[in-house]
């Protein structure tokens, strides 16, 4: 039996080593993705002798893939929960056509078509949490009759065909820019700085909080060059944006959804239990998660972005036709599970789903620049979202 002393009660611990997991906080799939995004990016620029990356390209790969974006911030969080949204395109046709129908038909302005257009998506929204929520339906099985219910309903409003003669103030949320100041276009170029500078500003806040914290940090030459890549990919893009319209309205709709959504799912109490309701649904129940509430409100949220994303491909497209919205949930779940979302539910991010939506968008427009046929487009796709998926499930193999 050995005795300690009261010398050696009070001599000080001798140093003990760090441990580089306490100041390596990288996240190799999102890294991944990104890495994988900027791959094609440049294949692409190749194969097309630049052609991608023209002004003109860039604002348009914006602009028509920006229900894509829409529908995977509201998808993701779906996805998180457990859940899978199949009616979202059926959604996006129906929310359309009101939106157009109330503009020429019922007389309403363009901004309060707009605000319809999103109560209806989030009636819908809550019509399908319901039968989730507190009837116990399976989402598959709900949104799948959604789907089927809400194209129907698209046929029936729009059964005299396409609605055009939209008013262009309603067109311009799709397709138009903020005013500009010649070329370049300086409003863009500030745009593009105060966003650097918001993305820093952030990004050193967070690493102070986790300092603060005594929390697992990110290596400092891991954490400036992601910020300096960030800088560098926000100015570029402004650069190029300056040269053409200017800033698209619709990317700073896209902004403001991605900064509100990437704080809801961190920094709110709502956002952690739709977490903790992927990750364990029971253990959830157990802590006094109100299960049935979160589902609830999850899918109102994706009824009313669906909604959205009903608002600007109708006003990208100039009117409204019963068939929009075909296979945009496919997109958006492909966008979501290209992000690093879990299959099992708890596992994902919107600046993931964003990316995700980036690489199909990207491939999309360069698959069309090099005249590839359509098929061959569908095939390459479903590939790059299986490896995609593939990959996410041989590094939490891996993990454990």
Not at 331 to 355: K, L, M, N, P, R
């Amino acid at each position: 039996m050995t005795t300690t002393t009261p010398e050696q009660a009070k001599a000080p611990l001798p140093p003990q080593p760090k441990s580089s997991k306490r100041r390596i906080r990288v996240d190799l799939r999102q890294y991944g993705i990104l890495a994988a995004l900027v791959v094609i990016i440049v294949l692409f620029q190749i194969l097309t002798e630049g052609r991608l990356l023209y002004p003109g390209n860039v604002s348009n790969l914006i602009q028509q893939n920006a229900y894509v974006l829409i529908l995977a911030i509201g998808m993701v969080m779906v996805i998180i929960a457990g859940h899978i949204d199949l009616s979202v395109g059926s959604v996006v046709a129906v929310v359309g056509g009101v939106a157009a129908l109330s503009m020429n038909d019922w007389g309403l302005p363009w901004w309060g078509a707009v605000v319809l257009a999103l109560a209806v998506g989030a009636l819908i929204g809550a019509w399908q949490g319901f039968w989730v929520a507190f009837v116990g339906i399976p989402a598959f099985i709900v949104t799948l009759a959604g789907m089927l219910i809400f194209r129907g309903v698209a046929l029936v409003l729009l059964s005299g065909g396409t609605v055009s003669g939209l008013p262009r103030p309603y067109i311009a949320i799709g397709s138009g820019t903020l005013p500009t100041t010649g070329t370049p276009d300086l409003i863009t170029l500030g745009i593009g700085a105060v966003a650097s500078i918001a993305v820093i500003a952030q990004q050193l806040k967070s690493r102070r909080d986790l300092q603060r914290l005594g929390l697992p940090r990110e290596q400092a030459a891991s954490f400036w060059f992601k910020i300096g890549v960030a800088v560098v990919a926000i100015m570029y893009l402004c650069y190029l944006l300056a040269y053409n319209r200017g800033t698209p309205i619709i990317l700073i709709i896209l902004a403001v959804l991605v900064l509100a959504y990437s704080f809801l799912l961190t920094r709110t109490v709502f956002g952690r239990h739709i977490y903790a309701m992927g990750g364990n649904l029971n253990a959830a129940m157990m802590s006094g998660v109100k299960t049935q509430w979160v589902n609830f409100f999850i899918f109102v949220n994706m009824g009313f972005l669906a909604g959205l994303a009903g608002v600007v491909s109708t006003a990208r497209a100039g009117g409204a036709v019963a068939s929009a919205g075909g296979g945009y949930e496919l997109d958006a779940i492909a966008a979501v599970f290209i992000g690093g979302a879990s299959v099992q539910g708890g596992v994902g991010t919107v600046i993931g789903a964003v990316i995700g939506g980036l690489v199909m968008g990207v491939l999309n427009q360069g698959l069309s620049i090099l005249s590839v046929d359509a098929a061959w487009q569908q095939i390459i796709k479903g590939l790059v979202l299986l490896l995609a998926v593939a990959f996410g499930f041989s590094r939490r193999k891996s993990a454990r």
